[in-house]
C-alpha cells in the first residue's frame, strides 16, 4: 500500500466492525492514524488492536447521535492525533422490516436522526473544530436503496437519499476546502445485511453481473479514494458501488 496519507488523521463512525472497520483498515493501511467510534467499548477495543494499537488507531465509545459523544471524539482526535483531515460518516440504523404503511414512526424518527442529523452534527463539530481553517475531505455512507426502491427497507432508503441530498448541499457550502461525496452500497456481506442475503445468496447474486455480494474492503478502498487528492476534483457525488446492480434492473 503507499502511505498517501502519512500525517493525516481520520474519524470515521460505526467502526467496530464491518464496513466501517473496512474502511478504517483502508486508512491505516495508506498511512492514516484512525479515531473510531461505536456503541460497545469492547469491540470498539478489539478493533484498534486489530488496526495496530494506540500508535495508529483510538476507539471512543458512545451513541454516533449524541453531542456529548461527537464533542469528546473530536477533542480526543485533536489531542492525540492533532488534526481532523477526514470524517466519514458511516454509522447508520434500521431497526424495522416492512411496508411504510405499518412503519412504527417512532423507529421512522430515530432512523432519521441517526442516519441523516447526526451525520450533520458530526459535519458541524469537524468543520468548527478543524476544518474551517484546514480544509478536509467528508464521506458519507449511503446505500443502493437511496436511488432504487428497496421494499422492506424503504424508510431506511427515504432516509439515506437524504443524506445523498444533504451530501451535494455541503459540497457546495464548504468548497473549495472541504469536499464532501458519499458511496451507495449495494449488498455487502456484513451483519447489518444479513437479512437481505442470508440462506439464498446464490439467488441473490445471480442478478448482479459481478455475480457477486460486496465485502466491506470493496468499500472501503472507494472511500479512500474519494478522500484521497487522487480525487481531488470530485465533490458532491454519491457513488454506486454495487456489483452492477443498479445497471441489471435497468435492463428489465
Not at 492525533?81 to 434500521?94: A, E, M
Not at 411496508?99 to 469537524?126: H, M, T
Not at 475531505?137 to 421494499?151: E, G
Request: hydrophobic share 45%; with cysteine; aromatic share 6%.
Amino acid at each position: 500500500m503507499s502511505k498517501r496519507f502519512d500525517g493525516k488523521t481520520a474519524i470515521v463512525t460505526g467502526a467496530s466492525r464491518g464496513i466501517g472497520l473496512a474502511i478504517a483498515e483502508r486508512l491505516v493501511a495508506d498511512g492514516a492514524r484512525v479515531v473510531i467510534t461505536a456503541r460497545k467499548k469492547e469491540a470498539l477495543d478489539e478493533a484498534v488492536v486489530g488496526l495496530g494499537g494506540p500508535g495508529k488507531a483510538l476507539g471512543v465509545a458512545g451513541r454516533a447521535d449524541d453531542p456529548d459523544h461527537q464533542s469528546e471524539v473530536v477533542r480526543h482526535a485533536i489531542e492525540v492525533f492533532g488534526s481532523i483531515d477526514f470524517l466519514v460518516n458511516n454509522t447508520g440504523i434500521n431497526p424495522v422490516y416492512g411496508p411504510l404503511v405499518d412503519l412504527d414512526l417512532g423507529a421512522a424518527r430515530k432512523i432519521v436522526e441517526v442516519n441523516c442529523i447526526a451525520a450533520v452534527a458530526w459535519v458541524q463539530q469537524v468543520y468548527t473544530a478543524w476544518m474551517k481553517e484546514h480544509g478536509g475531505a467528508i464521506v458519507n455512507v449511503s446505500s443502493l436503496s437511496s436511488i432504487r426502491t428497496a421494499p422492506g427497507i424503504g424508510f431506511y432508503g427515504a432516509s439515506k437519499a437524504m443524506l445523498n441530498s444533504l451530501t451535494e448541499l455541503m459540497a457546495v457550502e464548504l468548497g473549495p476546502d472541504i469536499r464532501v461525496n458519499g458511496v451507495a452500497p449495494g449488498v455487502v456481506k456484513t451483519r447489518f445485511a444479513t437479512k437481505l442475503y442470508e440462506g439464498r445468496e446464490d439467488e441473490v447474486t445471480e442478478a448482479y453481473p459481478l455475480k457477486r455480494l460486496g465485502v466491506p474492503e470493496d468499500i472501503g478502498s472507494i472511500v479512500a479514494h474519494l478522500l484521497s487528492n487522487d480525487a481531488g476534483w470530485i465533490t458532491g457525488q454519491t457513488v454506486v458501488v454495487d456489483g452492477g446492480l443498479s445497471l441489471a434492473a435497468a435492463e428489465e
